[in-house]
């Protein structure tokens, strides 16, 4: 069975957001600890301010009353910070849920402030006598226990709810740490099985290798870059004067390749070296042989995994293409003529010669032989050929010429 790279780095893709996701919440609930030590410091900075509200010299009640005016407001400040705090508490809004308890145990407390801090300034304030000092006296000590109680309750809370957060921290730190081990050692042997895919495309000799191929890519791949006959593999497939196959291995590497783009357009080009036939012996044969192999190895230059070129007569070769659309394969075809024609040789005298080809261009059909493509496409090249050559011809012209 072959595995998918595509597939394999999608679920990456997909197991990296989680990871993300879950890294992002252990990070939240990490943050938020700061907070919850804000929070602890306040409600402690609150009780000595309680405490000193309770502590001031009676004897100098002008300084007395500065010095309670002054902490009585840091008082309500330490509490607007307590609310500014807590919209910062996402675990507490959106995972415990303990925004409605948390507001109304704030809103207590602000109202117990405002309590205690009425029956401090009455106590420093408006004394008549003794007795009713000490009626405010009590009702100081009664504020003062009221809200100390209610202090010391919201610093449970908070401890309960770091406690609550501290398991959820645990959870999820187990998950990343189990998420991160598996992906690890999953994506590691088949980032490694990739890997030696990879090594194996990139190796000269192939046959000399036994290596299972894992991914479906690169089997596609090495399908399609499976080279064609040696002649030292199969010389009865390959023309012995330019190395590129004959009318054999045409045939041959056309079927073999023949399924790997069905969807593809093919077309079929048969270029001829114009006034270059057997009849027609101007130059000398190592010469002409020269001419071949260079024409030859310009057409490999533009070979592609899906094409197949081949030399199928005396001044005749062969260009099959697979395209996705017909525009390309004709554009390529004519790149192809056009470098043909800029090839530029020297006889053994000093003679320069240029090179013009015609060629025959057809598309060929899905339920219609290669044979009667080729056929056709020798039509077209000899109409072209006609015309006075140096030119592609397509099935087109022909027509027009009819007409």
Known sequence: ??????????????????????????????????????????????????????????????????????????????????????????????????????????????????????????????????????????????????????????????????????????????????MLLSIIYWYRKRLNAIYKDILFLYAIDKNKQTHNIFSEEVDAIALRMKKKPTTTENPAMIDPVTQINNHKGMLSSYYEKKGMKSSNFTTVTIFEIDNFSKTNRVYEQEFVQSVLRKIAFTLSLHEKTTDTIARTDYNQFIVILSRTNKEQSFKEIDIIHKTLCEIRLKTNNGENVNITTSAGFIIKQNNQQLDETLKQAKNILNHAKMQGGNQIAQISDLAEHEL
């Open 1 to 178: 069975m072959k595995y998918s790279i595509n597939k394999i780095f999608k679920h990456l893709n997909n197991f990296l957001i989680v990871v993300t996701i879950v890294s992002s919440l252990v990070g939240l609930f990490i943050f938020e600890q700061s907070i919850s030590y804000e929070k602890m410091k306040n409600l402690n900075n609150q009780k000595n301010i309680i405490a000193s509200l309770t502590k001031l010299q009676e004897d100098d009640i002008e300084l007395a009353l500065i010095k309670f005016n002054g902490n009585s407001t840091k008082l309500l400040n330490e509490i607007k910070k307590l609310y500014l705090l807590y919209k910062h508490d996402y675990s507490g809004n959106y995972i415990l849920n303990n925004s409605k308890d948390y507001l109304s145990d704030l809103q207590k407390l602000q109202n117990l402030t405002k309590l205690f801090n009425n029956s401090a300034k009455e106590y420093y304030t408006n004394v008549i006598s003794e007795n009713e000092k000490s009626i405010k006296q009590i009702n100081l000590q009664n504020a003062f226990f009221d809200i100390n109680s209610h202090i010391n309750n919201l610093i449970y809370k908070n401890i309960i709810y770091e406690e609550q957060k501290l398991k959820l921290l645990k959870i999820l730190s187990a998950i990343l740490f189990l």
